[in-house]
């Protein structure tokens, strides 16, 4: 399964823009051979916008956000992980969506751990857990941003089945740690790829630090993005290594889950 | 609250010497102003010695190896965290002391999670989740090894209080992620501090890879053996920095537990 990381340069409110953006990267992405394309926390708006500007600009599922990477998805033949700011009700959610090749969506997650005054300020929390879906026969799971900061829910998906964690992510300087130590350390401790895809520049306060990398179920990281150009990262995933290292290690069948 | 760490090369299956090497040691650490001294799995036997020779060399609690450590270390003035073979009943476990600087045993800890055939072969698992004990106002928690590969029971650790985990193991070739990844990952994101203490020299099939490491809670390592010599690691740590990244990262109470 071959799959595709944008690490995108941040052009914020600009949805025209990027969904335009979108759209050339789906068609390159899919001309790679890739079946999925996974993009930043918040890829069709921005991320760092304030409340009052990220609620102008939120939609529900059904609005012509979505709409058009449903189309952009369709007409490129890839599935599509995009992220925007969903309105339902009188709610924002700080949402990812995965999207077939066929323009169907699949799944849609709602972030759950919200990080600290800028997403509090503007989201309200999602309240469900392992959001899955499956590509190509492959299990993907979401989750986004400081999500995966919590080894539990990344032990949920890999208890479910999860065999490809996307995470869109707004990771700025200084928390390169999480990219480079913490993002490993799970996807090697729950034993399944970890596509972790965030943006670069500068966003209002923030350093967006690239360091988009996707890392296997060993821990090793299979394929990472130099430094903070905007640019796909292509690679390939084999899924039987999860099988096989987990028959060399059994985490998840050696956990004592009676006793934590 | 200084510590050290004695990253000690192997001599198998010689207690007396482990015993005396033991006594320089804490004495040389005491002398450095630690107030604890870490070492590591099975310290006073070895650890990768077959079942038959294992069970010939344990011990209860209350058996001779554990009286000598409590006689170094009240006569060194240092409290020692040490491994054995400690038999009770028909069993043997992986287990661990904890001993204050007056001699008295403060806390013992049986291996949780057993890892593969080394250790299936040669010891009954521990049924007790988090055990802990304060030295000189510290709470200090007590696992083993192949145990801090699990995020729920460093998790547990942090919930209960602990400041410090101990992790006396037996790390080796070409295991090296756990020291450099899993460690740190560990200690940034249930925000403790840990204290890391392996092996060096070779024992039957296995290579210890050294890499000794104090990491601290917000990842950061802050003190690094220097490849795979024999000799004590010894740090400062300031429990206050607990609390410090807790308030600007607060993953405990950000977790959702009723998601997962």
Redesign the interface.
């Known amino acids: 399964m071959r799959i595709a990381c944008w690490q995108a340069a941040t052009h914020p409110s600009d949805v025209a823009g990027a969904l335009a953006r979108l759209r050339v990267r789906a068609e390159q992405a899919a001309a790679a051979g890739a079946r999925v394309l996974v993009t930043p926390e918040m890829s069709l708006s921005g991320y760092d916008l304030g409340s009052r500007r990220l609620r102008e600009l939120a939609e529900p599922e059904s609005g012509p956000m979505c709409g058009e990477v449903a189309r952009i998805a369709s007409e490129s033949g890839i599935a599509i992980v995009h992220g925007w700011p969903e309105l339902a009700g009188e709610h924002v959610y700080n949402s990812v969506r995965l999207v077939d090749a066929d323009g169907t969506g699949l799944a849609t997650y709602r972030k ?3 990080f ?1 005054a800028i997403d509090r300020s503007s989201f309200s ?1 999602g ?3 392992v959001v899955q879906a499956v590509v190509d026969g492959l299990t993907i799971g979401l989750i986004i941003c ?1 999500d995966v ?5 990344v ?2 998906h890999a208890l479910r089945g999860t065999e490809l964690l996307v995470v869109p992510t707004a990771l700025m300087s200084p928390w390169h ?1 999480v990219a480079e ?2 993002v ?3 996807a ?2 729950s034993q399944l790829f970890i596509a972790y895809t965030n943006w670069t520049g500068r966003e209002r306060r923030l350093e967006y630090c690239g360091l988009t990398r996707v890392a296997g179920p060993d ?1 090793r990281v299979v394929a990472i993005d130099a430094g903070t150009r905007d640019g796909l990262l292509v690679t390939d995933l084999d899924p039987s290594l999860i099988a096989e290292v987990r028959k060399e ?1 059994p ?1 998840l069948t ?4 009676e ?2």
């Open positions: 759950t751990h919200l600290g929390a309240d469900t857990g400081y900061e919590f080894p539990e829910l032990r949920a740690f130590t913490l490993p350390a799970r090697c401790e821990g290690t985490y050696d956990r004592r889950p006793l934590y």
